[in-house]
């Protein structure tokens, strides 16, 4: 079964988002599609890194994710498909496969990228406004329907990278990083890694600071926290990465964190 | 055609709900997979039991029904999977499947439970915030490929009920309820069902009082209310329930029902 | 494979659009289900018209695409299958197919219509309230599981057509026409098609006017304006329409545009 997952920031109230799925059905009959995210803030390609690499790899190999942030559109900026080990995308190329290209790098996974050039995978008629419909849907399901990643472009080999959330800062017995995204429970997903703070005394030993709150120790999961309190927790989310929660993950309460804000971990004395 | 569906409380900001489909596709590449919501309000439970009751059965026979609303997550409350009559659901014991059992009751459909207590049908690595993707939606998955429910854990007979809306009271010529649910158009959905007031002069002979207003008479649909004016009107909905309604079903405007509010349907004089 | 696309007002909250997906499935177990939209205003008729005429036709020839944006529900109004040109529609005759009808007429494509009147083809309790879930949902599935238009209901040649956006005014170098839709970015979509200012001076000799705001010139894209100021700008939108759009269409701050406001085209002295 040859599956596609769609992100954007269309939303789903004007059909934008459907309109794909015809048109991938027009070239691919058999694909089945998943709506991954149609809710990425217009034109936020940090935001749509988050949330496609926290969520593309649970697909099967072999998926193709097309990806249509594009502020962009129109312009000259190239549209480009790539392989990143099992998994295909089809994107413009203006950084939104710059977490899923780091992930590469740490797992040390092949990629393979081609400008997209040959408009004989695109809708007769290219849109400037749409090539979410007119190029990108397109293109993914031709690559659905077997046509081969190399057919469709030239191969590249420089896909536009951009700085993501800010590289972590480690002093003695202090880790820095930044708050990533904000759930729809309220809780602030935080660049900061298992392995970044292994050397810290976890989970007791160490005081997460966020917003001017200070939280001690690290819990397991959400129960942990009284619910209907306001106490603020930390512990490692799904995605893998550091999570600061307020009761019983319904957030958003007591602290008002945003996306850049600066967390901070830090050993108890 | 094994038939999925999924209902959470997760939103579709994050990819959150579309990491279950890929998931399940992984372990059951030929599911049919559909997004009953993911709009129940964060944790509500009582939310969950009346939008799942109201929809699941009017899946096919066999439908798997995977429900993540989920408090206790990582803590020790256990995760359960049922067959209800004809369809199977894979939740948390938490209570979330007591309005599905209810009808069950009322249907006299066999039950049967299991403790979801193997791990072989997991995701590897079990995290402790995230067992919609790493517990529930692999079970349900293995259940859509195949697997025997019996063979997924061990069984068990004390699954979770909670209460629910308030038991219908009745005296002579008077019958209380309770607000239910308030739907995207403003109705509000009573715990009354027509058994329960059978015995009155309906459907002219009756007055319906919800928060301080009183509606006589019982309509037949929508449309029997003037459109554009701010008529309260009270009929049955078609989920069973006794429903009050504004303005040909856009209401909100006059009165502000909320769940838990009292609702009486009493003889006229 | 028979494509079904669903269009309605019932968001995705409560279950109410799932629960079409749900009803399909138990009669076309085949069918491949694409939600359109669930965020149709409240019983807008006219949202719905450009929603589902934008998007329906890149769907593959043979979909079927049930609309339900019902105030009449339960009502005498009828209820109607339609045939225009390869695609098939199912809808209360309330004038939600007029803007299809109208691209009908002017592609030059066959219609048919049947007033649906045959009750082995809904479900066997058809409630007053929820004719999607009763009546829509079953015709449509019935539809792709193969059962023949005209078998569904008896023939008829006058499904119910609304006036929709203002007919365009031309006058001597200058063209009025209105606002249609306002899209999640903020953008107008106005009602002037390329044909009807192909007379005048494009792109540069042209001066657009909305909400007293005036621009000069048409552009090609978004990209054309400066990102991160409040420059308005003119361009064809990808449904084909005339697009006013703000801030490299993430539009809204300067000027409010809303359905029905007047738009000019305008030659510049």
Redesign the interface.
Known sequence: ?P?I?L?TD???????Q??L???I??IA??A????????IA??DIREANF??D???F???PG?IHVIVVD?????D?RAIAARIGEHYFVAPDNGVLSACLARAAREGWPTEFVDLDKPQYWLPNL????HG??LFAPVGAHLASGVPLSAMGTPCDDPLTIPLWGAVRREDGRVEGEVI?I???GNAICSILPDEIAHLPLPDGVEVELCGAAIEGMV?????SE?GTDTLIA????SGYL?VSEN???GGKVIKPRPGDPVVVRRLN
Do not use: C
């Not at 269309?10 to 934008?16: E, N």
């Not at 089945?32 to 809710?39: A, K, M, N, R, S």
């Open positions: 079964m599956y997952t992100s269309f939303g789903t109230r004007q059909g934008s459907a309109v799925h015809g048109v059905y027009q009959p058999e089945v599609i998943t709506d991954l995210t149609h809710e217009a034109q949330v496609v926290s969520n593309a649970f697909f099967p998926t502020p962009g559109v129109g312009t900026r849109t400037n406004t749409f419909r007119d995204y759930d729809d429970f397991k999961t959400f129960g942990d619910y512990l490692w989310d799904s999570l019983n993950g319904t």
